[in-house]
């Protein structure tokens, strides 16, 4: 069983940078991929981007590469989603999501039936 709190979310000026983190319990926390989605007003739900366990590998959603960054500390069982050039259109609720990966190093999760355990997710809102 895995655990997942979300911090860092706020409210920010378009142009804006923010970290997510995203706190997992448990001790195997290193055994799981780690990705972040998120749900805008009226939408559905999108693949952000995703980690393999070590941290090697990372996948991005083509509309987020170059703006933001997922990294991992296992020692600290926490994973980071770092967003530079906020948008407006990037709004939404963030949430961070864990799928055991029984060693496979593998950071290609992309769809929420993916991964086993969510967060509650955190508010991010840019404004114009």
């Known amino acids: 069983q895995v655990q997942l709190v979300e911090s860092g979310g706020g409210l920010v000026q378009a142009g804006s940078s923010l970290r997510l983190s995203c706190a997992a319990s448990?001790?195997?926390?290193?055994?799981?991929?780690m990705g972040w989605f998120r749900r805008a007003p009226g939408k559905e739900r999108e693949f952000v981007a995703s980690?393999?366990?070590?941290?090697?590998?990372?996948y991005y959603a083509d509309s987020m590469k170059g703006r933001f960054t997922i990294s991992r500390d296992n020692a600290k069982n926490t994973v980071y989603l770092q967003m530079n050039s906020l948008k407006p259109e990037d709004t939404a609720v963030y949430y961070c999501?864990?799928?055991?990966?029984?060693?496979?190093?593998?950071?290609?999760?992309?769809?929420?039936?993916?991964?086993?355990?969510w967060g509650q997710g955190t508010q991010v809102t840019v404004s114009s």
């Open positions: 980690i393999s366990w070590s941290g090697v590998s990372t």
């Open positions: 448990g001790r195997t926390f290193s055994s799981y991929a």
């Open positions: 999501a864990a799928r055991n990966t029984y060693g496979s190093s593998s950071a290609y999760y992309t769809t929420s039936n993916d991964y086993d355990y």
